[in-house]
């Protein structure tokens, strides 16, 4: 039985009309169908808050609103082993933990500046070595699912699915090059 | 009843049956068909109709829920077809899964198929060149296998006629190691592949990069618009089959081209279980069909057949087709039926960066892939400690990189923003492996598979030979791409199992005589000689060309023999 029907269960038991602590509530499942990872409502908002601080809302959508963290969530799920797996949701936590540390809160609950600097740190590599190996996994899929979206593909770096052409000399600027 | 039982044969008899609808069945059925012959056309997979039933073709990369990885589950539950370039997500439909056709590895053999009409020509790598008599030569000269019982002149007239009706873009080179043929224009190699073109002449005299000779219409002419075929787009996603027809597969070209003809009859879902030889006649008289989804058997029958089922299904069919005349499989007089596979090895791959011609990238996408090295190891004499040589891929690229660094709007701006990278080079070796007696197939004694055949047992290693080609490989383009200036060089050996370069040949090979060979010079069986086979089966060496090219022409020149031979009544 999963987590999702046991709290119902509890509520049909206790008749329904109850207030439920939100500590139960955070048990609430993540709102994608997920084979492999149980991640909670409580983790899936972790999740939404921070692929939105790696990739914020400026004058084109950021990262919550274009669900990066479900497609995360996704690839993790179906195409990642169990090692990477547990990597990621034990860092997951880890992750939380390093927040409450560093700001004194839970990452959901700071504000963006707050928010900014505790990945500013892992960014750099300050971090445990779990926290990391979350990070690395988060960011790499968030970096995927955002340049493979329909929003940077036809518009911002646009992908043509019917090139019709090949150029072998095709002349650069230098400025373009790195 | 008995009137309706001759009915009933006769509804099931054809001039000719076709086994297989790849890339040599395609022509196969193509010339028979326009010749007139009443054809049927034997596929053991779905139907897969050109534009029709390529579901991901139009498909956006956002539009595949793993972005085009292969979720985990697959990949552990079909360990083999995974280690395959092309399985991705947009064409996982279009290959085998190993669960579902299981198969018996003596030794690890990667064994890639495609069950479904078109077999592989939906999924090849599309690369086309013409061998030489440096490579029919090549069992002669160097003493392995038998001799071919044909040579350059033989198959000349035959490489020209598929190339002109496939298409295939190249230059000609003038290369005596790799014939020029009747080519649509070449992809041109690009600043880089150019470059190194010119340091390898430089440097060596006899080792050329020439623009990689591949099945697509650079520029199509009214024999590829007359089959509904229209300019390569540059898409580079042929796997998935191409809307446009501008790469050439069964689907696009040679099997709605039969079926114009009426004389084509195509039934998917047909598993050959074997040929069925008629003792008294001393002939072939059809083959015996089981239904892949209802398991029931049908016979049908032709006054002659292609087994064209790709290389080791051939082998199977012809292992499974026994009788008190072949016990040990349908014209096996020799013994040599399912032995001397080979392979192309393609274990070392090559990699560098060159920072030079930067005012040069590429844009749009080369759907030949860039250039070709032809073999230079032994090719006039023997030079080396190991047998025969390698050719090898060789391409150029730039891309356009972002740094992933950042984080915020720095990351965003970082990511939408990309440069051009340096240069990659990149290159890989396609070597000649010598047929061996214990290289080979055979039935399994004890397991079947889900319509009751006995499986396919496989025992194809490397040999010393392999090894010391694979050691030449890297030294030499490590020395290629040093002299060249490129830098960061790393070399790689991957060790891969056979298989996995989908180029098996042999097994059922040609050769001037019956006792050691399955074949003769028209691919027809010596000793049942209603029969032919001109798939990879028919390869006696294999040496470095891509061999799709090299079927097409010998299934098409099979079958003005075979046609040739009916009309004067020699196959009846």
Redesign the interface.
Known sequence: MDRRSVVKGLLIFAGGAVMLPSCVLDESKASIPLDNLDVSEGQEQLLAQLVE????A?D?PGGKAMGLHLFTL??VD????KEDREVFMKGMDAFDELAKKQAGDSFTKLSPAEQ?DV??AV?EGKASEEVLGFYAIL?GET????????L???K??V?E????????????N?E??? | MANLNIDSVKQRTYDAIVIGSGISGGWAAKELTEKGLKTLVLERGREVKHNRDYPTT?M???EF???G?????IREKEPVVSRCYAFREDAMHFFVKDSEHPYVQEKPFDWIRGYQVGGKSLLWARQTQRWSDLDFDGPARDGFAVDWPIRYKDLAPWYSYVEKFAGISGNNDGLAELPDGDFLPA?????V?DYFKQKLKANYGNRHVISARCAHLSKPNQVHLDQGRGQC???T?CQRGCPFGGYFSSNSSTLPWAERTGNMTLLPFSVVESVIYDEKAGKATGVRVIDANTKEATEYYAKVIFVNAAALNTNHILLNSTSSRFPNGLGNDSGVLGKYVAFHNYRARISAEYDGL??????????AGGGYIPRFRNLHKQETDFLRGYAAGFSANRYK????S????D??RQ??N????NWKVGSHMMGETIPKEENYVSLSADKKDAWGIPQLNISVGYDDNDEKMVKDYIEQMTEMFTKAGFTNIRANDSKQAPGLDIHEMGGVRMGHDPKTSMLNKYNQLHACQNVFVTDGACMTSTSTQNPSLTYMALAARAVDYAVSELKKGNLS
């Open positions: 601080t790696i990739i914020p400026t084109t996704k690839m179906d195409c990642h082993g900014r990945v500013a960014n960011k970096i995927k699912g955002y340049l493979n979206s329909e940077v593909m036809t911002l770096r992908y699915l019917v090139p019709g052409r090949y150029d072998a000399y095709y002349p650069v230098k373009q090059i790195s | 139009n956006m990369p956002y829920d793993h972005r990885e292969v979720p985990l589950e992809y041109p190699l690009n600043s592949e787009q540059n898409r996603l930067l005012e040069y990238a590429t844009d749009g996408r080369n759907p990189g972002e740094d992933r950042g984080f915020g709007e990351l965003k990511l939408l990309p440069s051009w990278s």
